[in-house]
């Protein structure tokens, strides 16, 4: 990627995190990028696309990082174990992310609906895929892979977030601990 394009990002992520999308100017991006207005125009054709280009690296960035954590997994246990570790590591790196993140899948859902469905897609239909293993090999219970999937994602999520937003600190190995108890008291036999 290039280098201003990378300060974009970064500009774009620390703005929207604390300001979300609709409040923040494209003026203000630039500003932070240290980048002029126009240079944002080159590589973005306007807010959305700068939006939705955010949400689609991040979460090609964490499909990515899940797929090579699971590749040499074959437990569906393990598998999912990995799967809450990285989401937990991506997060604790990239916090202002996170909560760009979930303010504008829950607070402009409708204006990025399609985006967010076809990244969120590909990222949890490897969940969905180690579920199903877990459910064929009898360590899962039979439950609806794309509710479970979902609901992990939900959860690693919006836990994230709570310790992004309401403590000073963030233990990713309790936090992953506590995700396990829970998530896999419902979900193993």
Same mark, same amino acid.
């Given at each position: $990627?290039? /280098?201003?394009?990378?300060?974009?990002?970064?500009?774009? +992520?620390?703005?929207?995190?604390?300001?979300?999308?609709?409040?923040?100017? $494209?003026?203000?991006?630039?500003?932070?990028?240290?980048?002029?207005?126009?240079?944002?125009?080159?590589?973005?054709? !306007?807010?959305?696309?700068?939006?939705?280009?955010?949400?689609?690296?991040?979460?090609?960035?964490?499909?990515?990082?899940?797929?090579?954590?699971?590749?040499?997994?074959?437990? /569906?246990? $393990?598998?999912?174990?990995?799967?809450?570790?990285?989401?937990?590591?991506?997060?604790?790196?990239?916090?202002?992310?996170?909560?760009?993140?979930?303010?504008?899948?829950?607070?402009?859902?409708?204006?990025?609906?399609?985006? +967010?469905?076809? %990244?969120?897609?590909?990222?949890?239909?490897?969940?969905?895929?180690?579920?199903?293993?877990? +459910?064929?090999?009898?360590?899962?219970?039979?439950?609806?892979?794309?509710?479970?999937?979902?609901?992990?994602?939900?959860?690693?999520?919006?836990?994230?977030?709570?310790?992004?937003?309401?403590?000073? !600190?963030?233990? %990713? !190995?309790? %936090?992953?601990?506590? %995700? $396990?108890?829970?998530?896999?008291?419902?979900?193993?036999?």
């Amino acid at each position: $990627m290039h /280098p201003k394009k990378e300060r974009i990002f970064a500009a774009a +992520i620390k703005k929207f995190s604390y300001k979300g999308s609709t409040s923040t100017t $494209m003026q203000e991006i630039a500003k932070e990028a240290g980048v002029g207005k126009g240079t944002l125009y080159r590589y973005f054709d !306007n807010k959305e696309d700068l939006t939705s280009s955010l949400m689609k690296m991040g979460f090609e960035e964490i499909t990515n990082d899940i797929k090579e954590a699971v590749s040499q997994v074959d437990d /569906p246990i $393990m598998k999912l174990e990995e799967m809450i570790d990285v989401q937990l590591q991506f997060y604790n790196q990239h916090q202002n992310f996170c909560k760009f993140l979930t303010r504008e899948i829950w607070g402009y859902k409708n204006k990025f609906e399609e985006n +967010i469905k076809e %990244i969120r897609g590909n990222y949890t239909v490897i969940i969905e895929e180690v579920i199903a293993q877990g +459910i064929e090999s009898g360590q899962f219970k039979d439950v609806n892979v794309e509710t479970a999937a979902s609901s992990l994602v939900g959860m690693v999520n919006i836990t994230a977030l709570h310790w992004f937003l309401f403590k000073e !600190n963030f233990p %990713i !190995n309790e %936090i992953k601990d506590d %995700i $396990m108890k829970v998530y896999f008291a419902g979900l193993t036999k």
